[in-house]
């Protein structure tokens, strides 16, 4: 009995040791940014990433965001454009996915319709708030 509730508490060690983020470790927008946004707009946000001179149109250089807003980040436009769901197709074509289409195919199998789309919506969040701190 004893050797079980050792094991049981070097478990519970570990889990916790684990589950405490260090001050190096990236936090899950710049995860999500690195994962599906770097490609294009660059690792600093700068519309500079690898696949951007095979573009048709050069991405956005997602630091000068609040700038063009007259000093504050646009958030809600920037996660409506992250989201694409709700954009208004009459405004023209998009080359950037629609990602919270996207994130939800994901999401909704692992989670369920309703827990995806709450996932989903979290994540594109995730991805505003870093987005926000790449302004300068």
């Not at 946000?45 to 965001?65: F, N, Q, Y």
Request: hydrophobic content about 30%.
């Amino acid at each position: 009995m004893e050797k079980r509730w050792t094991g049981v508490a070097m478990l519970c060690g570990c889990v916790l040791h684990v589950g405490t983020p260090s001050a190096q470790e990236q936090s899950y927008g710049e995860a999500e940014y690195l994962n599906s946004c770097a490609a294009c707009h660059g690792l600093y946000g700068r519309g500079d990433g690898p696949l951007a001179e095979v573009m048709t149109k050069r991405p956005a250089d997602l630091t000068a965001l609040e700038t063009q807003n007259g000093g504050e980040f646009p958030y809600y436009l920037v996660f409506a454009t992250i989201d694409g769901r709700s954009m208004t197709p009459s405004h023209g074509s998009r080359e950037m996915p629609v990602w919270g289409q996207q994130f939800l195919e994901d999401d909704s199998k692992t989670y369920g319709p309703i827990g995806g789309e709450a996932v989903t919506q979290e994540r594109i969040h995730a991805l505003t708030n870093y987005i926000a701190t790449l302004q300068r």
